[in-house]
């Protein structure tokens, strides 16, 4: 694996392609499941500090965006042995560390897993040997989230055709992983790492309403995907929109965070959902579709 240096916590996201434009839609979320993937590597490092992500604007005609992580620096530092002390912003690496597990397991199973020695050693279906931070790697296999931002994103910017590679920069514009577009279909697909009885999946999720309940704990209905669902409304600031006066109607739109609960099913050897919540709404969009989409904080 490269070593990488790094003495500034910005970064950037750079979609290639020809054409000088991208729709809207495939950007904010390529954005949303970076800052999830972002914060839950943060949380595994340290749950107490408080991080910012900003999102500085990209300069005309380009779609190279920069991204700066803000206030986590001392707090990494302190996980960093003084000889490596020059890696500040190991959060970042670890980032791209995710990225590069979820290219070299190319959507299959991992054929080997070796955590002896000073690094984890992964070996793919094609018998290739790849080698990260015993930290990074955990965070890889044991949350769930992390491995659902990481499809999505692939899913996300497969959908948008003017794209044709995926790129990660540091502030010098040195390329620190990039993926080329063939592969975005692939990387799709989520690599099956352990299988426990239960998990939790935290998904971008476009829910139409169909019965929404204005009291807490009580669960309202939504299509998703096509099917109907029930979920609880778990976002705090929801009541706070309510009590404010906002109106929400029979097939307004919700661009959610959802998070589904999932149970193993031995004989069908597939995980089945059990049940579903709403822990964020990210924007309210009116089914009338000449009305302006209003964005919660």
Not at 79 to 84: C, D, K, R, S, V
Not at 169 to 191: A, G, H, P
Not at 275 to 282: A, D, E, K, T
């Amino acid at each position: 694996m490269k070593t990488l240096f790094m003495a500034a916590s910005d970064f950037k996201i750079k979609f290639d392609g020809q054409q000088h434009q991208i729709d809207a839609n495939v950007l904010i979320n390529s954005l949303i499941h970076t800052t999830t993937l972002i914060h839950e590597i943060n949380r595994s490092l340290d749950p107490s500090v408080k991080i910012e992500v900003k999102v500085r604007a990209p300069e005309k005609s380009s779609f190279l965006i920069q991204i700066q992580v803000i206030d986590v620096l001392s707090a990494i530092k302190q996980l960093l042995t003084p000889a490596n002390i020059e890696t500040t912003s190991y959060i970042i690496i670890s980032l791209v560390g995710l990225f590069e597990i979820k290219r070299h397991l190319f959507g299959s199973k991992p054929k080997e897993i070796d955590k002896t020695g000073d690094k984890t050693k992964i070996v793919n279906k094609k018998g290739d040997a790849f080698y990260i931070d015993h930290a990074v790697f955990n965070i890889y296999e044991k949350n769930s989230t992390v491995q659902d931002a990481l499809t999505s994103n692939f899913d996300n910017i497969n959908n948008e055709p003017s794209i044709t590679a995926f790129e990660i920069l540091d502030e010098q514009n040195k390329e620190l992983f990039k993926v080329e577009r063939e592969d975005f279909e692939t990387l799709s697909v989520k690599d099956e790492i352990s299988r426990e009885g239960e998990r939790l999946r935290t998904e971008i999720a476009t829910l139409n309403i169909v019965r929404l309940s204005f009291e807490k704990g009580l669960t309202c209905d939504f299509y998703y995907k096509g099917h109907k669902i029930k979920a609880k409304i778990e976002d705090p600031n929801f009541q706070k929109r309510i009590d404010d006066g906002e109106s929400f109607s029979k097939g307004d739109v919700l661009e959610s965070e959802l998070v589904i609960k999932q149970t193993w099913d031995e004989s069908v050897q597939t995980y089945v959902n059990k049940g579903y919540s709403v822990i964020r709404i990210i924007s309210h969009g009116r089914r009338d579709p000449n009305s302006q989409t209003k964005m919660f904080e």
